[in-house]
């Protein structure tokens, strides 16, 4: 198995240090707010035990990057993010999953021919990792297709039944671009919302209301902007790491469902060049 070579490549020289990654990456897979700021604090104390440590750099640039989806500051967690997977990568080129994440960060930059790249070479590197293609399947959706995207999904999880928490908001992602609302519902309903992020929340109310099913939909946008109450479509799909199929789908499926359409001014400030929705266009950010 490649995972297991590139445990064996890079394996740490601090048994301490390897046993807080262990915990680290246990903290991250309960999938709450609380266990993504505990694992952000082992693993950077895994790299600073051990600064040759690739795997706990590829993992700590991971907790930087799902922060994002917790309340940190996004270009500040984009940026140590990507700093810390490159260290990753430096260290241990040959490691299909950095790569992967590496991906996915570019992906949150918007330099998506770099992102999609970088995916290529973790496939290659690694083509039968449940892990990389439930990291890819949302990204799919554009580098290749939405169908493609959600037969992805489909065989991450003939590969890992039992897939970890985070990837239910990738599956449900890749679901509802491919229209497969449904599927998107049965991978949400298995899910406590207590570890939604944001996007599963949205994804629950858009795959009720394209099931015709207003009274549900109109149930979880509720809920929805009861947790993020200042959660617009604009506000969702402003910035630069939206493939433009992928914004105009969500755009159409969130206005179904009923949220909210335009930002306020200051929920824009900070995005360079952010995209507008055509009827929120006049008003200045």
Not at 66 to 81: C, K, M
Not at 119 to 139: C, D, H, K, Q, V
Request: hydrophobic share 40%; charged share 25%.
């Amino acid at each position: 198995m490649a995972e297991h070579a590139a445990g064996r490549r890079a394996s740490p020289k601090d048994l301490t240090a390897y046993e807080l990654y262990l915990r680290g990456r246990e903290a991250i897979h309960a999938w709450t707010s609380e266990s993504v700021t505990e694992a952000k604090s082992l693993i950077k104390q895994a790299v600073e035990k051990d600064p040759n440590f690739a795997r706990a750099w590829d993992e700590l640039g991971v907790v930087y990057f799902v922060s994002i989806d917790f309340g940190a500051e996004p270009r500040t967690a984009l940026a140590d993010a990507l700093k810390a997977t490159e260290r990753a990568i430096s260290l241990d080129p040959m490691d299909a999953l950095a790569h992967a994440h590496l991906a996915h960060i570019l992906g949150g930059y918007g330099e998506f021919q770099r992102s999609k790249a970088e995916f290529e070479t973790a496939l290659r590197l690694n083509p039968g990792s449940a892990e990389i293609l439930m990291i890819y399947s949302s990204w799919a959706t554009g580098y290749e297709n939405p169908q493609r995207a959600a037969e992805i999904v489909d065989r991450s999880i003939r590969l890992d039944p039992n897939y970890p928490t985070w990837a239910t908001g990738p599956f449900s992602y890749a679901y509802v671009m491919a229209e497969r609302y449904q599927d998107a519902l049965r991978v949400l309903e298995g899910q406590s919302p207590d570890n939604y992020t944001v996007y599963s929340w949205v994804n629950r109310a858009v795959s009720y209301a394209m099931l015709n099913r207003s009274q549900d939909a109109r149930l979880w946008v509720t809920k929805t902007l009861e947790k993020h109450p200042d959660l617009t479509i604009e506000g969702l799909l402003a910035g630069p790491d939206w493939l433009d199929a992928d914004r105009a789908h969500l755009s159409k499926v969130m206005r179904k469902a009923g949220f909210p359409v335009c930002a306020k001014p200051e929920q824009l400030k900070g995005i360079q060049n952010p995209v507008r929705q055509p009827e929120c266009a006049a008003v200045a950010p």
